[in-house]
Each structure stands twice: as C-alpha cells, then as structure tokens.
C-alpha cells in the first residue's frame, strides 16, 4: 500500500505564499507522476499542477504564472509553491500520485487526504 501525506496548508492574506509539500511513503517501483488537484464544495475537483519522474510538468492556466510544482526523487516528495494568492484559490488540495508498483506491473493511482488552503484578510 502507498500513502501520501499533506503538509503546509492553512491561513494566508490575499498576495500571499504558501508552500504544500506532500511526501509519498511506501513499496513501490517508480513514482511516475506527482501532483496537485483542488476542489471547493459544489464544484469539480480540478488540475492544479503535476510533475513526472523526467520532471515534465503540466498545470493549469489559471496558476502557471503563480505557481511552481517541483519534486524530490530521493524524497518521494511534491511541492507546490504558491505565490500571489487569490481568494478564488481556496479549496481543498489534494496530492495526487500515480505510481508503477514493480517492473511490469500497472499503474495505481493514489490520493491525499487533503489540506485546507484559505486565501481571506
């Protein structure tokens, strides 16, 4: 089994940094793809960021200029910067994972329990 676990949500003023880290633990072959998705109550949970192992990164347009994903392969660890926040940004963030057990095995995909980022004065 794999789990991931959250950190670095929380309370910050609009034009504010937050930075999430999320540290995948486990017994696995690769962890192919790192990422982040949010979700607010009534809507759908949406692409924030993600990373592959090759560190190819895709994110959605609405935080590309604000936000920075990066990984530690070492670590097994995803962190999400995030700079100039809005209000518009809070939600639930949810680290996201898709990992190769062994050699020649499929890919599982797995998921975070959440942390709450709220952007409010």
């Known amino acids: 089994q794999v789990q991931l676990v959250e950190s670095g949500g929380g309370l910050v003023q609009p034009g504010g940094s937050l930075r999430l880290s999320c540290a995948a633990s486990?017994?696995?072959?690769?962890?192919?793809?790192l990422g982040w998705y949010r979700q607010t109550p009534g809507k759908q949970r949406e692409l924030v960021a993600t990373?592959?192992?090759?560190?190819?990164?895709n994110a959605a347009d609405s935080v590309k200029a604000r936000f920075s994903i990066s990984r530690d392969n070492h670590k097994n660890t995803v962190y999400l910067q995030m700079n100039s926040l809005k209000p518009e940004d809070t939600a639930v963030y949810y680290c996201?994972?898709?990992?190769?057990?062994?050699?020649?095995?499929?890919?599982?995909?797995?998921w975070g329990q959440g942390t709450q980022v709220t952007v409010s004065s």
């Open positions: 486990g017994s696995f072959f690769e962890v192919h793809e």
């Open positions: 990373i592959t192992s090759g560190y190819n990164t």
């Open positions: 996201y994972a898709r990992i190769i057990q062994s050699y020649g095995h499929r890919h599982s995909d797995y």
